[in-house]
Nanobody, 122 residues
């Protein structure tokens, strides 16, 4: 079993930055792909960014490319999401996920955190 706990969410003005962190406990996630998804009110959950176990391969949703950066520290069992140039449309609950398959679909992930709220004011 893997427990994922997100932190770092909050309220920020448009153009600002936030750094989300996800700490994994229980079984190691060093061999798993990890990702961030988000869900805005009234909308379906959507893919944000993913990183393979080695950290060498990353993938981003078109809407966040050039603004968000995903990284991981396997020694610390953590994954981070640096979010710059935030926009009001980035407002959502952000979820951390870990899985053997990975990819940009939720089905590729076996474990999910409870989420952290990110609110971007205009």
């Amino acid at each position: 079993q893997v427990l994922l706990v997100e932190s770092g969410g909050g309220l920020v003005q448009a153009g600002g930055s936030l750094r989300l962190s996800c700490a994994a406990s229980g079984r190691t996630v060093s061999s798993r792909a990890m990702a961030w998804f988000r869900q805005a009110p009234g909308k379906e959950r959507e893919f944000v960014a993913a990183i393979r176990w080695s950290g060498a391969n990353t993938d981003y949703a078109d809407s966040v490319k050039g603004r968000f950066t995903i990284s991981r520290d396997n020694a610390k069992n953590t994954v981070n999401l640096q979010m710059n140039s935030l926009k009001p449309e980035d407002t959502a609950v952000y979820f951390c996920a870990a899985g053997q398959v990975g990819g940009n679909l939720g089905l590729g992930y076996d474990y999910w955190g409870q989420g952290t709220q990110v609110t971007v004011s205009s």
